[in-house]
């Protein structure tokens, strides 16, 4: 199996993603869109995995490569590529299967509980699921559910947090990749950009909250990214990947 990234700013990278394949032996290519670089030809990958950014889908205004992008994801979707999204990445994923992205009520940063559905939690191919995890949040956006697609969980912010459709396409509107070791590589100020609201935590709340949650949700991202891909566990613990936010090559 062969995966490949799509990238949107600098940091936001697939991080725990990339430690899953790691651990798999799995390859993984990058497209960094913001860099000015190309898609792959499609058949050079087996599975798409689309990150997340400050920016909407839509502002092809600021981001002239959004149109091209949309356009690549609704080709890989169609021609049955599997799919992973994350926040901007789900959106985009609902978007090709003929959901709306439009402006969430709120703004929601920060580490809130989402509670999954039990339709979620009744996939026979991803049980057992919790019925509920605290994730990461980062975003002001939101998406309809599409046709078919299962709705994942809701949070008290945001009704829509995910979605799974055939077992083809998996999107992730909170991100469940970070650790502490990544939210420590994000700038500052940039995590500082929304206003303060019911949902937004302090910055520096945001970065050490990470230690109580973080393996959790590694925990709950590999075991679906495991049954997703039908692959058997190989989850022996990357020495200081959390907290660096790095994969060891060693």
Known sequence: MR?????????????GIARWAAMQKIPMTHTHW??????????????????????NIYEDHLHPWLAEERKFINQAVASGKKAIGVCLGAQFLADALGGRVT????????????????EF??????????????????????????????????????VHQGFVWRKQVLGFQFHIELSAGD??????????????????QPVRQIISDAILYECDCQKFLFQTLDKFFDLASNHTPVEGSLRSGKVSTA
């Open 103 to 118: 402006q969430n009520a709120q703004k929601e940063l920060g580490w809130f509980p989402v509670e999954f559905t039990p």
């Open 183 to 200: 939210l420590a590589r994000i700038p500052e100020d940039f995590i500082s950009e929304f206003p303060a609201g019911p949902w937004v």
């Open 34 to 55: 913001y860099k000015g670089e190309s898609p792959p030809p499609m058949d050079s990958f087996d599975a798409l995995i689309i990150m997340g950014g400050p920016m």
């Open 121 to 158: 939690q009744k996939v026979s191919w991803l049980a057992p699921v919790p019925q509920e995890l605290t994730v990461c949040h980062w975003h002001g956006d939101t998406f309809s559910l599409p046709q078919e697609a299962i709705l994942m969980g809701s949070s008290k912010a945001c």
């Open 3 to 15: 995966l490949h990234s799509f990238q949107h700013i600098p940091f936001e990278d697939p991080a």
